[in-house]
């Protein structure tokens, strides 16, 4: 039982790192594009190439941000679910002592949806911040 305790703790604080990590680069990548920008106005005002690829490069790395800031809440939102499952168990005397009800059973799904959402949220984030780092980089080619 306290491996399995130590194991769950490993999980959420990996879960928790991985959450954040695409939010912080893509907090970065926005405040160094905007400080790029700021420097470089003036090479960038007469190509509109450029400026299709800054404007390319800030909606990618904004998207990675709010996707990312999505995700806790989704999560947040499975564990509501799994907890709402647990509570919906109907108890007995006898084994197996918990059986699963109809409600159970549907907050079990709702939290199963939730969790892959989630993933499936931070794995958004990484690509669009992936994009912006891209986009930011044939910007910076093209100058």
């Not at 990590?21 to 007469?46: C, E, I, K, M, Q």
């Not at 647990?86 to 549907?106: G, L």
Request: charged share 15%; proline share 2%.
């Amino acid at each position: 039982m306290k491996g399995l305790e130590i194991h769950q703790k490993q999980i959420e604080a990996f879960s928790i790192a991985a959450m954040r990590a695409p939010a912080l680069v893509a907090a970065g990548g926005v405040a160094a594009s905007l400080g790029f920008y700021s420097a470089n106005y003036s090479r960038l005002a007469g190509k509109s190439e450029a400026l299709d690829l800054f404007n390319a490069s800030w909606a990618w790395l904004l998207a990675g941000l709010l996707l990312t800031v999505l995700a806790p809440g989704i999560a947040y939102f499975s564990q509501l679910a799994y907890s709402h499952s647990i509570e919906n168990h109907e108890h007995t005397w006898e084994f197996p002592f918990s059986t699963e009800t109809r409600r159970s059973r549907i907050a079990h799904r709702v939290g199963n949806a939730s969790r892959w959402l989630c993933v499936a949220l931070v794995l958004l984030s990484i690509a669009a911040v992936n994009s912006g780092g891209i986009k930011f980089l044939h910007l910076v080619a093209t100058l």
